[in-house]
């Protein structure tokens, strides 16, 4: 499955953003997707995952109660399949490179885990100012 995402961009904290991930490729409704995060000098952790059928989601602690991550399966809007993630209540920390991902089409538990998400986007630049 091949990956876009965008939404990214600067925001005061306490603020909000909508990230999207527009997935091409008929697998989409049958990976797990995720976003995950990355700031200079660090590696890339792990932000949310949800199911193929969005009936299981996963958050890291850090965001939990702040953002939300939703998938739309086969509801091609303009043509596409589309993966968000609502941040609300921003913070200074959440600045970081976020990516977009979609597990292996066989491994059908959602994970926090890198391994196993196979397919990556080119990643869009979140900036929370104080």
């Not at 953002?67 to 968000?84: A, K």
Request: glycine content about 10%; hydrophobic content about 30%.
């Amino acid at each position: 499955v091949q990956l876009q995402a965008c939404g990214g961009g600067l925001v005061r904290a306490g603020g909000s953003l909508r990230l999207s991930c527009a997935a091409s490729g008929r697998t989409f409704r049958t990976n797990v997707m995720g976003w995950f995060r990355q700031t200079p000098g660090k590696q890339r952790e792990f932000v949310a995952t949800i199911s193929r059928d969005s009936r299981n989601t996963d958050y890291a602690d850090s965001v939990k109660g702040r953002f939300t991550i939703s998938r739309y399966n086969g509801e091609n809007i303009n043509g596409r399949n589309i993966l968000y993630l609502q941040m609300n209540n921003l913070k200074r920390e959440d600045t970081a490179l976020y990516y977009c991902a979609a597990r292996q089409p066989d491994l059908i538990d959602i994970a926090r885990a890198e391994s196993g998400y196979s397919d990556w986007g080119q990643g869009t630049q979140v900036t929370v100012s104080s």
